[in-house]
């Protein structure tokens, strides 16, 4: 999984058919700090997560097969919108930091 923070939207008005009725979210990747991490990622959003919301995020093949009927092709998909964070660690796991 991955913690992010949604930043934009994305409207298609054309797409894959099984994908029609999705909602589909730019997610910043982020540290538990708050600092961003790698490069922004479009996931698909079933739970009603919004621009700022910082939200979890599974990747690849959990993804893949949130539809029990078919597999879709999908890389990223929301499963969380996250109301704190509280990391207890080392500096590279954002010290004791809370994000409330």
């Known amino acids: 999984m991955q913690v992010?923070?949604?930043?934009?939207?994305?409207?298609?008005?054309?797409?894959e058919d099984h994908l029609t009725g999705l909602k589909f979210l730019f997610v910043q990747p982020e540290l538990p700090n708050?600092?961003?991490i790698q490069t922004?990622?479009?996931?698909?959003?079933?739970i009603g997560a919004g621009v700022?919301?910082?939200?979890?995020?599974?990747?690849?093949?959990?993804?893949?097969n949130m539809a029990v009927e078919t597999s879709l092709p999908i890389d990223?998909?929301?499963i969380g919108i996250i109301d704190s964070i509280d990391v207890t660690g080392g500096a590279?796991?954002?010290?004791?930091i809370r994000n409330d």
């Open 76 to 78: 990223a998909l929301i």
């Open 92 to 96: 590279e796991h954002g010290e004791g």
């Open 34 to 36: 708050g600092s961003p």
């Open 4 to 15: 992010g923070t949604v930043i934009g939207n994305v409207w298609a008005t054309r797409k």
């Open 40 to 46: 922004p990622f479009i996931a698909v959003d079933r």
């Open 52 to 64: 700022g919301d910082k939200v979890m995020v599974t990747l690849g093949s959990a993804a893949t």
